[in-house]
């Protein structure tokens, strides 16, 4: 089956438009198949993840864009869920919020994907021998908030930049950037209105039964509300994990996390239950770092990543 899928992408890469090319003309080593659907970056001949610029949905159910699926492990492996049979509205790894305000009107739901649109403007990739980067430009819609030619009107502008680096022998990064920009007055944004508060960064991740959480002060145990576990969190096994790594300039730094082991995403929960303004000159800016491994890492080797985190200009690289 990887051998299949492997062969696939190489057709893919031969018969798309690829970004990434050397001026000799000679492939690098990271590179970029865009599509009208969205954008695949490749490491060598191996996908890595695909970013969805146009609008998914199953049975007409949960429509969405602007997320990552499918992403995948060091192995080739798919290791995100979409549409999964539990939560419909799950969706790789994603970023949305139960409350989106204007004033005192909802508009929608955009973790559900109910009553709400993402239309992305522009999705661009570029590559080098040691990254490649997807910028998107996407604006967020509600049909509960129209215009006097029935339209949705935008009401949040956001630029998202996703910088995927090229894989060691153990660890492969990834950057989300995401910068949110009120086009209107009086937008503001919010977890769920309940004691749980989820809403943010969110990846839906394959989970197996032996599933565990590290943090910085050792194993975690998840709890149905939001815990303090530091800026980072290993979810991982004995053969392989991802650990997400949380930026010092994040606001509420470090963030509270929801966690779950089984039929659920992975939640760095931000803002919580009360919603927070968004500017129509600063944008809210907040950074995300996801560390695919092979083996279990050491809290005090995931220290010294959450280090480097903090000086890694290509991590906010446009």
Request: charged letters at 20%; proline letters at 6%.
């Amino acid at each position: 089956m990887l051998m299949r899928t492997l062969f696939t992408w190489h057709i893919l890469l031969v018969s798309c438009v690829t970004v990434g090319l050397a001026e000799d003309s000679q492939q690098l080593r990271m590179s970029a198949v865009e599509r009208p659907e969205g954008i695949t970056i490749l490491d060598g001949i191996r996908p890595v993840l695909t970013y969805q610029r146009a609008t998914q949905s199953r049975d007409g159910k949960w429509p969405r864009a602007n997320y990552v699926h499918p992403l995948y492990n060091l192995d080739g492996e798919m290791i995100t869920e979409d549409f999964p049979v539990d939560h419909g509205h799950h969706r790789g790894v994603f970023w949305a919020w139960h409350q989106v305000l204007v004033g005192d009107k909802s508009l929608g739901d955009a973790w559900i994907c109910d009553d709400f649109e993402w239309e992305v403007q522009t999705a661009n990739a570029k590559a080098t021998e040691a990254h490649a980067t997807i910028t998107a430009t996407t604006r967020w819609k509600s049909p509960a908030l129209a215009g006097a030619d029935g339209q949705p009107i935008a009401c949040v502008r956001e630029q998202t930049t996703i910088v995927v680096h090229a894989a060691d022998a153990e660890v492969r990064w990834i950057d989300f950037n995401i910068e949110l920009l009120a086009l209107l007055e009086e937008v503001r944004i919010g977890g769920s209105d309940d004691d749980k508060g989820y809403g943010g960064f969110s990846p839906r991740f394959k989970l197996t039964d032996d599933v565990q959480f590290i943090g910085t002060a050792g194993p975690i145990e998840p709890q149905v509300t939001a815990i303090h576990a530091g800026p980072w969190v290993d979810v991982t096994n004995q053969q392989a994990g991802v650990v997400i790594l949380t930026h010092a300039s994040n606001p509420g730094f470090p963030q509270p996390w929801i966690l779950r082991r089984s039929r659920s995403m992975q939640n760095v929960a931000y803002p919580g239950r009360h919603p927070i303004p968004l500017s129509q000159t600063e944008p809210l800016q907040l950074r995300y770092r996801l560390g695919i491994h092979r083996s279990p890492l050491e809290p005090s080797q995931i220290d010294t990543y959450q280090q480097q985190y903090q000086r890694d200009s290509s991590a906010v690289e446009r």
